[in-house]
């Protein structure tokens, strides 16, 4: 049986830097909505090859089943964007995750907050399977540079 999670806040774990391209931009002159969603998809998939999570449809690995975003305050380019990982509460086969995102120039100032919930599956057979003690043990260690 696994572990319960009894943790009460989320755990950074990856940070990295994105340049805020020109075309991330909408007409209203600062970042899409929906750009956030890739700065936090960019986020999460160098994460997970750090972690050694690569895909693999023939075996196990996470699959996203949602997505959030809150915006504070706009971000605009030229700049770039420093996202940050954090882990909230691990389950059976879930993970949840938080994504603190802020200009690089104002790293105290959150610009965006998100996340998403993260399935453990079984591919072959397409449903969701226990998180293997490995990957529990994986996401809450801090591969910060």
Known sequence: MAEEDVRTEPVA?????????WGDMDAMG????????QYM????????????????????????????????HELRYPGTVRARQLIGRI?????????????????????????ATIVWVDFPKRKSAPLPGWVREAVLRPVLD
């Open 41 to 72: 998809e960019q986020l999460r998939i160098d994460w997970f090859g750090r972690l050694g999570f690569p895909p693999d449809p023939s075996g196990e690995g996470p699959v996203i089943v949602n997505a959030h975003c809150n915006f504070m």
């Open 30 to 37: 600062h970042v899409n909505n929906t750009v956030y969603f």
């Open 91 to 115: 389950g059976r086969s879930t993970i949840e995750t938080v994504v603190e995102m802020s200009h690089s120039d104002e790293p105290g100032r959150i610009c965006a907050t998100g996340g």
């Open 13 to 21: 774990v990856f940070e990295i830097e994105l340049p805020i391209r």
